[in-house]
Structure formats: structure tokens, C-alpha cells
Nanobody, 123 residues
Framework: QVQLLESGGGLVPAGGSLRLSCAAS????????MRWHRQAPGKQRELVAVITSGGATNYADSVKGRFTISRDNDKAKNMVYLQMNSLKPEDTAVYYCNVDYLAPWNLVSMSGWGQGTQVTVSS
């Protein structure tokens, strides 16, 4: 099982910045894609950004040019980050970290989710 611990959320005024972090730990052979999702009140969870093991990235249209996803593949860290700039009130949501990883006991691809961190952008 993998444990994912997010941090960095909080309250920020519109136009401000936040940096989210997610640390993956547990029984992991390797990590493939790492993602950030978000869910606003009354809305479905949406994919915000994804980064592959090779460093390729993709973003939701709503955050392109404002958010940057990155990762640290050091196995002692297994971190993924989301730098969020020029934040808007519509970015308010709970942000979730999600990773695809290979379990060491059978090398089967599995998916893990964090508990989420609240981001609130005031107008």
C-alpha cells in the first residue's frame, strides 16, 4: 500500500500563489504517472495536471500558463509538487494527489490517492 500526504494548501487572495506538495511512501517498486486533481463544492472531481515518469506534463485548459507540476524521483522522497500562480476564486477546491505505482510483490499497476488539501482563493 502507498500512503500519500499532501501539504501546502491554505487561504490566499486572488492573484496570489501557493505550492502544493505530496509525499508518497510505503511499499513501492516504482512510480509512473503522478497527478493533481481537484474538487470544488457541488462539482465533479477534475484532473488538473499530470506528469509522467519521464517528465512529460499535461494540464487542464483552465490552469495552463498558471500552474506547474513537477516531481522529485529520488526514491527517498517520491514527491510531486503543484506550483499555482495567479490564483483565481474559481481555483477554490480540495486538491488531491494521485499516483500510479507498481507494487513490489507482483509488479501490478496500482493507484493511490491522498486525503486532499483545501485551497481557498478569496476575491
Amino acid at each position: 500500500q502507498v500512503q500519500l500526504l499532501e501539504s501546502g494548501g491554505g487561504l490566499v487572495p486572488a492573484g496570489g500563489s501557493l505550492r502544493l506538495s505530496c509525499a508518497a511512501s510505503g511499499r513501492i517498486f516504482s512510480i509512473n504517472d503522478m497527478r493533481w486533481h481537484r474538487q470544488a463544492p457541488g462539482k465533479q472531481r477534475e484532473l488538473v495536471a499530470v506528469i509522467t515518469s519521464g517528465g512529460a506534463t499535461n494540464y487542464a485548459d483552465s490552469v495552463k500558463g498558471r500552474f506547474t507540476i513537477s516531481r522529485d524521483n529520488d526514491k527517498a522522497k517520491n514527491m510531486v509538487y503543484l506550483q499555482m500562480n495567479s490564483l483565481k476564486p474559481e481555483d477554490t477546491a480540495v486538491y488531491y494527489c494521485n499516483v500510479d505505482y507498481l507494487a513490489p510483490w507482483n509488479l501490478v499497476s496500482m493507484s493511490g490517492w491522498g486525503q486532499g488539501t483545501q485551497v481557498t482563493v478569496s476575491s
